[in-house]
């Protein structure tokens, strides 16, 4: 079975920075475009960027100038760095397959917390 290991969240105060980390198998990453998607409590999971196998990217508008996406093919591996963050980007945090139909294999995620 695949893995997919998220890492890099943490608590943060509004405006502050964090960098998400995602790896999984070469056969996984290599093949399709993968994301970054959240689900904060009592809400749907919901896409926040993606990036393809030539790193076009795609964001959501609620992350647009804030975060970026980027990918690294040699380590198997996404990163999302998150800049002035805000309280309503407060969720766990996963990486999976882009476009979402392709998804599978769900991670544990990363919680990221925005608070003062």
């Known amino acids: 079975q695949v893995k997919l290991v998220e890492s890099g969240g943490g608590s943060v105060q509004p405006g502050g920075s964090l960098r998400l980390s995602c790896t999984t198998t070469t056969a996984f990453f290599s093949t399709y475009g993968m994301g970054w998607y959240r689900q904060a409590p009592g809400k749907p999971r919901e896409l926040v960027a993606a990036?393809?196998?030539?790193?076009?990217?795609n964001y959501a508008d609620f992350v647009k100038g804030r975060f970026t996406i980027f990918r690294d093919n040699m380590r198997n591996t996404v990163y999302l760095q998150m800049n002035n963050l805000k309280a309503e980007d407060t969720a766990v945090y996963f990486c999976?397959?882009?476009?979402?139909?392709?998804?599978?294999?769900w991670g544990q995620g990363t919680q990221v917390t925005v608070s003062s």
């Open positions: 990036a393809g196998l030539s790193n076009r990217t």
């Open positions: 999976n397959r882009w476009p979402s139909h392709l998804a599978e294999y």
